[in-house]
């Protein structure tokens, strides 16, 4: 095994989270009889580049083709990409004769938001299924995985682009050299490639260890990705911290001749990852330790509960779910069923621990004592969505980065 940015092989394991499924591999009735493939999750630390990342790659194919997660089925979450999409276009002066494209453009949640200030756009969705949402809702895309074939045929059909994106993607991707390469393929001398991925610095100081799952290929902070387009002709020239997820990093990218001039973000994030210890292998050291020590937490807040008779349900079926319940022990035997508001997951089971994923219309037929929010990130939302609930006494569970009772 070598980093994925630098080549090193001095990996140094920071975590084992056990052999556990695929996230979002939820299962119908009838997969529930066959043998469910788990694999080793592992996190390493290089100590070449600083690149946290995993210690297997799981092919796209089977990751990928076929995808049950639905970016807007959360009205925060096409909030958050309608504003990224405002920002960028107004930051940048996109216009009508502009193109957009974003890669793994999953149901079309950020082109619909440069759709809106009348950018062209187009999309590049591996996920056939995914892709046909998008397409219904009049969003351009082209159902294959991002690459040199994919590149000319966008080419082809609209030129070459002033913006490229990966929200939530980029970290997903083994060879990103190659995304890379096509990305200056397809920008325009003065374009520019925006990354969104989930931030490194959050998951430690916020323990969201559950973003570890075989999807996420790499974690990122600052300082490998500015090491990473520097190697590759390119420069980072902007950077800022967001919300989604826990709390991502939105990174801006250039080519060496393009004349967009380096923010004072870059300096500043980079010297916060330096302080914080991105480069030293100890700060890996602790947050493994600590990462057990929330499990505790979750697991003795659970089974106490359970002591006591209670019955507990969850809302939101998350694929970081599949990675918090799997490591932390946490099945069926204390979760009765996992509500989700999304039309493909509902009527499957959770990966390895086989929790039914039913609709919130089990809410009104059934009164669980407690409900653990397992999409963290929209506990806001999910708490709106059931006040009902909570005022006829069903209390809620947010499981991280502590264990809340609310209600
Ligand atoms: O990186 C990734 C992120 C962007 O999205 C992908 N690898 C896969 C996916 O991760 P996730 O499944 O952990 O993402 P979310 O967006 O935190 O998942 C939220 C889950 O909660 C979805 O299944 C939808 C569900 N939900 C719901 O049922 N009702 C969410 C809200 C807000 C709701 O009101």
Redesign the pocket.
């Known amino acids: 095994m070598k980093c994925r940015i630098c080549g090193s092989k001095d990996l140094k394991k920071i975590l084992s989270l056990g052999n556990t499924p695929l ?2 591999s939820f299962l119908s009735r009838d997969e529930l009889k066959k043998e469910e493939k788990k694999f080793p999750l592992e996190i390493f630390f290089c100590s070449g580049c600083s690149l946290v990342q995993l210690g297997i790659v799981v092919g796209p194919e089977l990751l990928f083709r076929n995808y049950v ?1 639905v ?1 807007s ?5 096409r909030m958050h990409f309608a504003k990224m999409a405002e920002e960028i276009s107004s930051s940048f002066n996109l216009d009508e004769k502009s193109l957009a494209v974003d890669v793994g453009s999953n149901d079309g949640i950020l082109l619909k938001g440069f759709r809106m200030m009348n950018v062209q756009t187009i999309g590049v969705e591996p996920a056939a299924n995914v892709a046909r949402i998008a397409e219904q809702d009049g969003i351009e895309t082209i159902n294959d995985f991002f690459g040199r074939e994919s590149v000319d045929e966008i080419i082809r059909r609209k030129g070459h682009a002033d913006i490229v994106t990966a929200a ?1 993607v980029f ?2 991707i083994d060879d990103i050299r190659d995304v890379v390469e096509n990305v200056k393929h397809l920008l325009k001398k003065e374009g520019i490639f925006v990354i969104e991925v ?1 931030y490194l610095v959050d998951m430690i100081e916020q323990m969201t260890f559950d ?1 570890i ?1 075989h ?2 290929l790499s974690y990122f902070a600052l300082i490998p990705l500015v090491h990473f387009f520097r190697m590759h002709g390119m420069e980072v020239f902007d950077a800022k911290r967001v919300g989604s ?1 826990g709390g991502s990093l939105r990174v801006f990218i250039k080519k060496l001749e393009s004349s967009h001039a380096v923010r004072g973000s870059v300096a500043e994030i980079l010297d916060y990852e330096k302080r914080l210890g991105i480069g030293d292998f100890g700060l890996y050291a602790e947050f493994a330790g600590k990462i057990n020590d929330t499990k505790k937490e979750f697991v003795s807040g659970i089974r106490l509960l359970k002591s006591q008779g209670k019955s507990i349900a969850a ?7 599949t990675t918090l319940l799997n490591f932390c022990g946490i099945g069926a035997d204390c979760i009765d069923y996992i ?4 039309p493909l ?1 509902i009527g499957l089971y959770a990966p390895g621990t086989h929790i039914p994923v039913v609709s ?1 219309k089990m809410l009104d037929e059934d009164r669980p004592d407690y409900v653990v929010i ?2 963290w ?2 506990a806001k ?2 708490l709106e ?1 059931t006040r009902k609930y909570a005022e006829k006494g069903v209390k809620f569970i947010i499981p991280l980065p502590e264990f809340k009772i609310v209600g």
């Not at 089925?73 to 979450?77: Q, R």
């Not at 939101?316 to 779910?321: C, E, L, M």
């Open positions: 996230a979002n997660y970016s089925t959360s009205g925060t979450f939530n970290a997903h989930q973003n799952y999807e996420h997820h809302y939101g079926a998350p694929a970081k779910s509500i989700d508001d999304s997951k919130s397992l999409a990130n929209f939302e999910i969505k």
